[in-house]
Nanobody
């Protein structure tokens, strides 16, 4: 079993930055693929970024490339999402997720464990 707890959300003006953290406990964190997803009001949950456990390769959805960076600290069992140049359309609840497959991808169905979410609101 893996437990995930997100933190770092909040209210920020457009153009600002936030860093989300996701602390994991439980099984072997370092081998897991870790992902961030988001859900805006009235919309489906969408993939944002992922980092593979096998080789730390990263994936991003097109709308955040060049602005967001996913990283992990295996010693701290923590994955981060650095978000820069935030836009109002980034407003959403952000979820951390864990996939036990070290070679995981952006596909939501592959993720076995989910955090409770953290709200990010970007004002214009």
């Amino acid at each position: 079993q893996v437990q995930l707890v997100e933190s770092g959300g909040g209210l920020v003006q457009a153009g600002g930055s936030l860093r989300l953290s996701c602390a994991a406990s439980g099984r072997i964190f370092s081998t897991y693929t870790m992902g961030w997803f988001r859900q805006a009001p009235g919309k489906e949950r969408d993939f944002v970024a992922a980092i593979r456990g096998g080789d730390s390769r990263t994936y991003y959805t097109d709308s955040v490339k060049g602005r967001f960076t996913i990283s992990r600290d295996n010693a701290k069992n923590t994955v981060y999402l650095q978000m820069n140049s935030l836009k109002p359309e980034d407003t959403a609840v952000y979820y951390c997720a864990a996939d036990s497959n070290p070679w995981g991808s952006s596909a939501e169905y592959g993720y076995d464990y989910w955090g409770q979410g953290t709200q990010v609101t970007v004002s214009s």
